[in-house]
């Protein structure tokens, strides 16, 4: 079954730790997301990749990286600059054609410790 | 600025009792919108893409509409599987999608 998967379900960080959430996919899609969910707050962008080895900020960029070095992968980091990690993530992909739905794996909660 | 403002919030039905949820959006030029649907501790689930005003498209239970400036997802004789918070988002350019914040529908048996 194609689809996105993401690891781990449930992460928890320590002070002045950076973490690494996962996100593959089997879509042949080229366009992949990051999204961080808040309680009443809706899905806000981190970073977004069109392409293999190229990515754009999002709005809430700040205390995030990311890489793009395959095409199935875009992993997350979240660096300890990042003061108010506790959320949900998710990830999406899609075809890079006007109009083209995203789909979204089903997120990694971050909590700390 | 693209801007998406679902309601309501939240919505309380009883089986078999039909609603809608609504959203409104300005976008300077829309190239699609739209409707998910996301259960607690998941990721949201793709139901519908509209394209164009006057546009409908139904699966189940579920129909959504869409005119210039709104869209409507309406519920026919919902189940307390329809239970669900449902996401609008909008298309209008680039490959980023604005969001929404959602309508947290729940329906007692």
């Known amino acids: 079954d194609g689809g996105i998967t993401q690891s781990p379900k449930y992460l928890f960080r320590k002070e002045g730790q950076n973490v690494t959430l996962s996100c593959e996919q089997n879509?042949?899609?080229?366009?992949m997301y990051w999204y961080r969910q808040d309680p009443g707050q809706g899905l806000r962008l981190i970073y977004y990749s069109q392409i293999v080895n190229d990515f754009q900020k999002g709005d809430i960029a700040e205390g995030y990286s990311v890489s793009r070095e395959k095409k199935e992968s875009f992993p997350l980091t979240v660096t300890s600059a990042q003061k108010n990690p506790t959320a949900f993530y998710l990830c999406a992909s899609s075809i890079i054609t006007d109009g083209q739905p995203q789909h979204f794996g089903d997120g990694t909660r971050l909590s700390i410790l | 600025e693209d801007q998406v403002t679902q309601s309501p919030e939240a919505l309380r039905l009883q089986e078999g009792e039909s609603s809608s949820l609504n959203c409104s959006y300005t976008?300077?030029?829309?190239?699609?919108l739209f409707w998910y649907r996301q259960d607690p501790g998941k990721g949201p689930e793709f139901l519908f893409t509209l394209y164009s005003a006057g546009e409908e498209k139904e699966k189940e239970r579920l129909k959504a509409t869409l005119t210039k400036k709104e869209s409507f997802l309406h519920i026919t004789a919902p189940k307390p599987e329809d239970s669900a918070t449902y996401l609008c988002a909008v298309h209008s350019s680039g490959s980023r999608l604005t969001f929404g914040e959602g309508t947290q529908l729940t329906v007692n048996p």
């Open positions: 976008v300077s030029g829309l190239r699609g």
């Open positions: 879509l042949n899609h080229d366009a």
